[in-house]
């Protein structure tokens, strides 16, 4: 007769903050079923009345504190401006229940986290991108000293609930993860509004134009995904020789596209580092 297992006790993850990030999060955890509890606290009782209509096994709160109560994962998914406040509401009781957090915040260094949370706190800072929001996302993840192996498996599996993760050693690199992947999108939506407006100005209704424009970004990005060949290698593929392509790859290389794309995410990145500085 085979001995049953016995049930391993689900993780109690608590969302402080119930917003866009916190809520693509929730729903990767559980359309991947995890084994978890899952509580969120916000003051405004809007962004929770719209967790509880869509899952009410979802334990709602407007009180941090209490939310926190026997947590094993803090998800810190407040905006970077008030996470100092929240953060050092939620120290004395840190202090004592010594969970797991990990934040989401843009900008806000561990150091600063940790020192705001009372001190030798496990904390996983990561920056996640919106396309977690249709579980497509990519999230940069730096784990400080105090964080044990199963910690750290504990965070993977929260974000890899929404997509693909890489774990950096050294913390400044998440600045360059926030200027490539963590503003990344609007990078790209930017280019689907430029080829919109060029796609009516050359004749095609607004609706013909969206479907052709989000169907190719998603065909270049699949195939960049599953193919053996590098995205230049696939490029040279499309452009044939005093070809179409190459007649309008002409035009965006000579207009300086990649020199445009080197200064705007040095901008990007040293920006990331200016907020680190102002939130310290
Ligand atoms: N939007 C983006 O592209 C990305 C955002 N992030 C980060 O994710 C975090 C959350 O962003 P979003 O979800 O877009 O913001 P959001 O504005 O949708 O959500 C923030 C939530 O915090 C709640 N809140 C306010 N005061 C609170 C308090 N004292 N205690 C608990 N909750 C409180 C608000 O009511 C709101 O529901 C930010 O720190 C942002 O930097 C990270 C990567 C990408
Ligand atoms: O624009 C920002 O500052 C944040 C960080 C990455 C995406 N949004």
Known sequence: MDTPKLAQKPTTITFIGAGNMARSLIVGLLQDQANVVLRVADPDEHQLDAIRKHWPEVTTTTDNLEAMQGADLVVLAVKPQIMRNVTENLASHAQLSRPLFVSIAAGIREEALNRWLGGNQ????????????????????????????????????????????????????????????????????????????????????????????????LGAAKLALESDDLPGELRQKVTSKGGTTEAALNVLTTGGLHDLFAQALQAAASRSRELAAANS
Request: net charge negative.
């Open 122 to 217: 496990a904390i996983v800072r990561c920056m996640p991108n919106t396309p977690a929001l249709v579980q497509a996302g990519a999230t940069g993840l730096y784990a400080n000293q105090h964080v044990s192996d199963s910690q750290r498996s504990a965070a993977e599996s929260l974000l890899r609930a929404v997509g693909i993760t890489v774990w950096f050693d050294d913390e400044t690199k998440l600045d360059a993860v926030t200027a490539i992947s963590g503003s990344g999108p609007a990078y790209f939506f930017l280019v689907m509004e430029a080829m919109q407006a060029a796609a009516e100005q050359l004749g095609l209704r607004p609706e013909e134009a969206h479907l052709l424009i989000v169907q190719t970004a």
